[in-house]
């Protein structure tokens, strides 16, 4: 048995792991996931058809620590660059960054270093008697929680109220491939129309790959059709390809993606991550705004909170 005080991170995004590699050393540090694999709204899936990113599909990086971190994970430094269809206008970025084998690899090493428990959905805690009640019936004790689901999901698990201005809309993503001969001239198109926000193709992140794409709807159009069936989605999805892609072309589906709690708002208050209570804490993106990098920077922001004040 480990004499270092017990902390356990719930969730394997980008917030949890950043989290738990600042505290890892100081700490015995368990991180319990839900799914079956590490990354969360960083999630990529490979299909017959090719690569898909469900999530985010690139970031951004302004610090110099979220950058370091990116190149240590062999991710790939580009201008990017997209059209947005509503100005006519192309919009470039700077430092963004993407992984060759999907987002979610650029977590993926940490599977050795870190002590993650997959397939483990919190559902309670008791914070009296430093409970985390898991969906198979399982009970694990804490000294420290940390919780990095997005903010309403670390509501539902804590009694708790937890005061804070963030706020989530979803998304529908759909993957799809695209056969015959399409003619488009960018490979990120954005406010296609009032429907759909933006079209990406995969030659962003590995061009030796077969190219794929992935649509997603706005926040209101998402919500408005989540429960809709997987062919009405599709339907919609054509109409705002087309809207883009000249030519003769097939459009095959790969997936949809039902995101409840997809993007955040930035926000207004000053704290990088969140105090519940002495020994309950909450990280992740919407602490700050919606980008990878935020969800890094308030994992990290907490790790050196709790190793500078030590238990
Ligand atoms: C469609 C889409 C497009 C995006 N595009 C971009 C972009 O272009 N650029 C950008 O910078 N950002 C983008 N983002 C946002 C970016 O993905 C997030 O900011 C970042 O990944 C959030 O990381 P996180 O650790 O805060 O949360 P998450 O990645 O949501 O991590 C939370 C983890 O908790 C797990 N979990 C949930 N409930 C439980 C439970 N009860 N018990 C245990 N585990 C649980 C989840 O499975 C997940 O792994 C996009 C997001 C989406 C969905």
């Not at 356990?8 to 015995?28: R, W």
């Not at 406010?191 to 992140?205: P, T």
């Not at 992935?214 to 989540?226: E, I, R």
């Amino acid at each position: 048995m480990s004499s270092k005080p017990k902390i356990i991170i719930l969730g394997a995004g980008m917030s949890g792991i950043a989290c738990a590699l600042s505290l890892y050393k100081d700490f015995d540090v368990q991180i319990y996931e839900k799914s079956r694999g590490i990354g969360g709204r960083l999630c990529a899936k490979r299909l017959p058809q090719g690569l898909f990113h469900f999530g985010a599909q690139f970031c951004t990086a302004h610090t110099m620590a979220f950058q370091n971190f990116l190149r240590d994970s062999d991710a790939i430094n580009f201008l990017g660059s997209s059209f947005d269809v509503n100005t006519g206008s192309i919009i470039e970025t700077k430092d963004c960054f993407v992984a060759r084998d999907g987002m979610h690899s650029l977590l993926k090493k940490y599977n050795e270093v870190l002590n993650i428990h997959y397939n483990h959905k919190a559902i309670d805690i008791d914070e009296k008697r430093k409970l985390i009640s898991f969906d198979s019936g399982q009970k694990v004790s804490y000294d420290i929680i940390i919780s990095s689901l997005p903010l309403p999901q670390t509501r539902e698990i804590f009694q708790t109220e937890i005061n804070h201005d963030a706020t989530f809309s979803p998304c529908l993503a759909v993957g799809m491939s695209i056969d015959g001969n399409p003619y488009y001239e960018h490979n990120a198109y954005k406010n296609i129309n009032k429907d759909a926000a933006w079209l990406g193709s995969s030659s962003f992140y590995n061009s030796k790959n077969k190219e794929t794409w992935v649509l997603q709807f706005s926040p209101k159009t998402s919500l408005a059709m989540m429960n809709d069936s997987d062919s009405r989605i599709q339907v919609s999805a054509e109409i705002s390809v087309r809207n883009i892609f000249n030519g003769n072309y097939e459009i095959t589906y790969s997936g949809i993606f039902r995101w409840k709690y997809a993007l955040c708002n930035r926000s207004n208050l000053k704290s990088k991550f969140t105090s519940i209570t002495d020994d309950s804490f909450a990280i992740g993106d919407w602490n700050i705004s919606p980008r990878v990098e935020s969800a890094y920077i308030s994992g990290v922001a907490l790790g050196e909170y709790l190793t500078g004040t030590k238990l």
